[in-house]
């Protein structure tokens, strides 16, 4: 007897070939929402992954870029604290309660921890059903109304503070500060047998992924890697594989990306390089002995983003075992800018000398490496000029996003919540647990996804210690504290080399005014008074 195969069958079985041979994505079941990563990197500038024009080793990412998004035009709030509490509510960090860092400064705006005005991603995922996972660096808060457990995460691993050893839980200060890690609610020690950080904190997404991989919910993973912030330490096999790579030294590799991110496309030629920052001395005056100092300080760096990189191809390697890969939007980018920190000279700091990049030393890399990691831009972390401000941004999900676009919007952090939002088909509630919410400042880029135009904000504002921004179209004004404003037109002049705010008085006056209403807003406080 001749079994007849049903012409339905035979018609599914024609379009699943079609897809192969076109190779186009499978359909989602109807209703089945995705899977959503957020990939957090600290302290790392717009210019220090591979396809945002490094020469750092980062293939995995790399591989996301050629595959997804870029946008090349994504701002964060200037420092860790604020740019978590931004990203997680969709709210300014001022909104969110942690206008500055995890202390009290005495105001709603900066009182050091996420306000019960305002939610997490986290916390209205779950109304829809997702499993959410954080592992990582947290900092948005100290008190238990603030911590991850607390605010929506089933399953968290987290470090509270702004930076730790990369291989035990020993303090970083001599001022009484503690390093906290936390398994939920229950706090954890870090020994020098422990895993080093960045593996610690893949170790536990991987496990925690394994944990739900019969469950038909989908999933939400915050995952937040502190490297590459300092102390810079590092695998010895990883250092030994960017060690003497640096000796050619500042000047000349600042050109070299700078070349490359013209190459990319991901700044314009119009766009000169910033100035040398002023602290940063003519490479070719140095010693030998300074310089190989310096080479590897950098080259301990780059084997912090070398071995994040690998740690997210383990990531991407646990998702196509689970087969969940097919149906998970990755986002990655990076808090703030590189770091002018230069922990030797803070009194404040446990100093420790011994083996470069090893458990026994505390060092950071410093303003002359931070200028490269910035590339074109100006100044560091902390400043609200574009080198504290400006973050590489991937965003990888093949059913929506078509492979090696770079789009040149304007978007904030505050724009993650919204898209997780209409992701996951979730209203943004007026209130929740009995509290009203803040109104959301930011909006959903799935339309950018789509390459179609998107929502664009008509201003942006910023506030850190005094810094302060506004961008509103193509101009910028900002000042650093104490100092008075300075004026861009970012069209022609990103890297912020001509300042017209002489030329143009009036702009000058209409962005300041713009600035103090939004200031007024959303709490800012004199920083020379918040003190």
Known sequence: ?????????????????????????????????????IILADDMGFADLGCFGSEIETPNLDKLAKGGLRLSQFYNSGRCCPSRASLLTGLYPHQAGVGDMVQDKGSPAYQGFLSENSATIAQLLKLAGY???????????????????NRGFDKSFTMQNNGSSYFNSEPLYNDGRKVTFLLDNQEIKRQDTSPYLTQ????????????????????????????????????????????????????????????????LGLIKKEWRLSEKFEKVPD???????????????????????????????????????????????????????????DVKNWNYVTQKSG????????????????????????????????????????????????????????????DILPTCLELADVPYP????????????????????????????????????????????????????????????????RSETRNLAEKFPEKVKELAREHEAWSAKVGVVDWNKIK
């Open 1 to 37: 007897m001749t079994y007849k195969m049903p012409f339905s069958v035979v018609c599914s079985g024609f379009f699943l070939l079609i897809l192969v041979q076109f190779n186009l994505p499978a359909q989602k079941k109807p209703g089945q929402k995705p899977n959503i990563i």
């Open 200 to 263: 610690a904190i893949t170790d536990f997404a991987i496990k925690s992924l394994d944990e739900i991989r019969n469950d038909k919910n989908p999933f939400f993973l915050y995952l937040t890697y502190n490297a590459p912030h300092w102390p810079i330490q590092a695998l010895p096999e990883d250092i030994a594989k960017y060690k003497g790579k640096y000796l050619t030294g500042w000047d000349s590799l600042r050109i070299r990306r700078y070349r490359r991110l013209i190459q």
């Open 430 to 493: 007026k209130e929740l647990n009995g509290k009203q919410l803040k109104p959301l400042e930011g909006f959903s880029l799935l339309n950018l996804f789509r390459n179609q135009p998107g929502k664009k904000h008509e201003s942006l504002c910023w506030e850190h210690e005094g810094s302060r921004a506004i961008r509103k179209g193509d101009w910028k004004l900002v000042a650093e504290i104490n100092s008075p404003w300075e004026l861009y037109n970012l069209k022609t002049d």
């Open 131 to 149: 499993n959410t996972i954080v592992s990582g660096k947290w900092h948005v808060g100290l008190v238990p109304s603030a911590l991850a457990a």
């Open 355 to 414: 083996e470069p990049g090893s458990v026994n030393s505390i060092d950071s890399y410093e303003s002359p490496w931070g200028n490269v990691s910035n590339t074109p831009f100006k100044l560091f972390k902390k400043n609200t000029h574009e080198g504290g401000i400006a973050s590489p941004f991937i965003a990888y999900y093949p059913e929506l996003i078509k492979a090696g676009t770079i789009n040149t919007q304007v978007t904030h952090l505050i």
């Open 283 to 341: 490479w070719n005056g140095l010693s030998d002995a300074e310089k190989d100092k310096w080479d590897t300080r950098m080259a301990i760096y780059a084997a912090m983003i070398d071995r994040m990189d690998y740690s997210i191809g383990q990531i991407l390697h646990k998702l196509r075992e689970l087969k969940k890969d097919e149906n998970t939007i990755i986002f990655f980018l990076s808090d703030n800018g590189g770091s002018a920190d």
